[in-house]
């Protein structure tokens, strides 16, 4: 059966002008369909560059990364991000949410730039519901510099599966927050992976996220510990 | 909801930067307006009037002179001027359309009269000149004929030069405190014209003067500045009873095919050794003077609102980049990118033409209000200083417009390629 992610013998250097860094050294691994991976190691270690090179946001490197058995190397550009759009959910440390939009409207941004023919309606209503499932029924027209931390991850979680990806990234999710939003979070992921069969990979440094994780890896100077 | 209420948002959320933009291109467009409109005004309601107006596709040529010191010569004198050879040789120039010759009077000739129309009575020596009837057809006031009446009939149709009349009214009319004259009021207008005799070279056969009446039929370009034009036929008929049939050609006017040829025919006509009008030249100099100016003006202008776009864009697309890199993390193309920006740039730029469009005609019209009373008691004083071309009011805007769009068209393309991953990171 085919894998939904493979690294196939990636390396990965930064270059800053006279410096070399290179932070992943031949790494090669899977993720299955449903599978809930979590990727530690310390800081430096090449955890967030795993999640751009799956996501085809970076093409600067040895080796392959296959989605479904297609390197995202042979797809163009706007493949890429079609890829991104309908395949990929996007979860940031930062959070990224975009200030001038609502809450329900930021839920939406991914739809929108789609630009597929679902009709608006039907959007805001499955962005509603996400809403709701993740206690932010009241919330949706409220700004989002209005919210705590822990609204606004669950604001970035709806965003990331309102297109029903197969596959959500999430960099340092809980980063920013107290261990007992950490907590509620790590549940919602924990729900996305049963609800909608999809998978996810976590970068973080929190044992409390790792440890509801299907799988571990640890990533030690660019390679698997 | 769609990438329009994204683009709407993003527009509000830089509010003061987004004025800050469309201020400036208000003022550009506005700017644009106001000068265009009083260049074209000036052009047709001042500097127009007070030229003489030479028809568009029109050159007019006249006899070469010879100088010596003080002394200038006709160079048909000396066998190199304005003949029948010549205007053969005109004629058969390339892209040339007609060749029309202007016949001088070879005797003196003298007119009397005017009290009626000046106030008081005028003797002066004039001068005369015969024009083909199909080169001032245009001129011919309605319910007249400009024709050889025959040998047998004393009323004459003669022509007055619209740059005499123009004169007159700028200079003479003060100068005499008299009013100023109408072309309405010259047709119909009759003096006495006597031939064979001049208040300063005497009358060389009392047997041949002959007196008769010119009556105006029109005001015309062609017509002699110094004189009277009657029809060609007249003036060949004049010359062989007063003249011995000499009949001397004084210029000649050429229509080329096409407005375009004039400086290819000019240039032939000056390597015949023929001489273009001058103020002809000069008019051609002039126009094409106030065209680089106002080409510079446009240039410059769509120069200043594409740095200042390109200005604005990028600081805004800077402070916007980590927004941007999310958008393509969650899938945005290149081209939407490209297109969000562009589109922010448009509403902005097609906003702000139309204030400075608005703006514009508001100042334009309260300057030329305030120009009109400044110079209420001037004699060159014209109706209107302004004047609103199609072109002009189209043209205004699109060319804010597009000068918008190409400043964000760099900010736009850095923005799309920008590396996402990178700014993510940070």
Request: net charge neutral; hydrophobic share 45%.
């Amino acid at each position: 059966m085919t894998a939904l992610v493979e690294l196939r013998d990636v390396s990965k250097t930064f270059v800053d002008g006279d410096l070399q860094n290179q932070v992943l050294r031949n790494l090669s691994l899977e993720i299955r369909t449903g599978e809930f991976l979590a990727v530690t190691g310390p800081s430096g270690a090449g955890k967030s560059t795993i999640l751009n090179l799956i996501s085809g946001l970076d093409l600067d490197y040895a080796g392959q990364s296959l989605f479904l058995g297609t390197d995202l190397k042979s797809m163009t550009d706007d493949q890429r991000s079609h890829f991104r759009n309908q395949e990929i959910g996007f979860i940031f440390q930062a959070f990224h949410l975009l200030s001038q939009l609502t809450v329900l409207e930021n839920v939406c941004v991914p739809a929108w730039v789609s630009q597929s023919s679902i009709d608006e309606s039907v959007i805001k209503v499955r962005a509603k519901e996400l809403l709701a499932s993740l206690g932010l029924a009241d919330k949706e027209n409220s700004d989002v510099t209005q919210l705590s931390g822990g609204e606004r991850q669950r604001v970035a979680i709806a965003r990331a599966v309102i297109n029903q990806p197969k596959l959500v990234l999430a960099d340092e999710p809980t980063g920013n927050l107290d261990p007992e939003t950490t907590d509620s979070i790590v549940q919602y992921f924990e729900n996305i992976v049963e609800d909608s069969n999809c998978s996810l990979i976590v970068v973080t440094h929190d044992d409390r996220v790792s440890s509801k994780a299907h799988r571990v890896l640890r990533l030690m100077e660019g390679q698997l510990a | 909801m769609s990438l329009g209420t994204l683009i709407r948002r993003n527009l509000f959320r830089h509010q003061r930067r987004t004025m800050i933009v469309a201020t400036l291109l208000a003022s550009g467009v506005s700017g644009l307006l106001i000068f265009g409109s009083f260049s074209l005004g000036i052009i047709e309601n001042v500097a127009t009037p007070l030229l003489p107006k030479l028809p568009v596709g029109l050159i007019k040529i006249e006899p070469k002179m010879l100088g010596f010191g003080m002394f200038g010569f006709d160079s048909q004198a000396l066998g190199g001027g304005l003949d029948e050879k010549a205007i053969a040789r005109l004629e058969q120039t390339p892209n040339v359309a007609a060749v029309y010759e202007i016949i001088g009077a070879g005797f003196p000739l003298r007119a009397q009269g005017g009290a009626k129309l000046l106030g008081r009575g005028i003797r002066t020596d004039i001068f005369a000149t015969g024009v083909p009837e199909e080169l001032v057809a245009e001129d011919i006031a309605e319910g007249y004929q400009f024709k050889d009446p025959g040998p047998n009939k004393k009323v004459i149709p003669v022509l007055v030069s619209r740059r005499l009349l123009d004169l007159y009214n700028t200079t003479v009319s003060q100068a005499l405190g008299q009013p100023k004259l109408t072309k309405e009021a010259l047709i119909g207008f009759s003096a006495e014209i006597v031939l064979g005799s001049s208040y300063v070279r005497g009358t060389p056969d009392p047997s041949k003067v002959q007196t008769l009446v010119g009556q105006v039929v029109g005001v015309s370009d062609e017509a002699t500045l110094v004189g009277i034009t009657v029809p060609r036929q007249t003036i060949l008929r004049w010359n062989r009873t007063h003249a011995a049939g000499k009949s001397p050609m004084v210029a000649a006017y050429i229509k080329p095919l096409s407005a375009a040829n004039t400086a290819q025919i000019t240039h032939q006509i000056e390597k015949l050794g023929l001489k273009v009008d001058e103020t002809q030249k000069l008019i051609s100099f002039a126009t094409l003077i106030a065209s680089l100016v106002a080409s510079g003006f446009l240039l410059g202008f769509a120069l200043l609102i594409s740095l200042s776009m390109a200005q604005a864009f990028s600081l805004m697309i800077n402070e916007r980049r980590q927004e941007l890199a999310t958008l393509r993390a969650l899938g945005a193309t290149k081209g939407t990118l490209i297109r969000m920006v562009l589109t922010e740039s448009m509403v902005i730029a097609v906003g702000s033409s139309a204030l400075g469009m608005l703006l514009g005609i508001l100042i334009t019209f309260g300057l030329d209000a305030w120009l009109l009373n400044a110079l209420r008691e001037s004699s060159f004083r014209p109706a209107t200083f302004i004047e609103y071309s199609p072109g002009l009011l189209f043209g205004v805007p699109t060319a804010g417009v597009i000068a918008a769009l190409a400043g964000a068209l760099g900010p736009a393309l850095r923005a799309s390629q920008s590396d996402p991953a990178k700014q993510l990171r940070q």
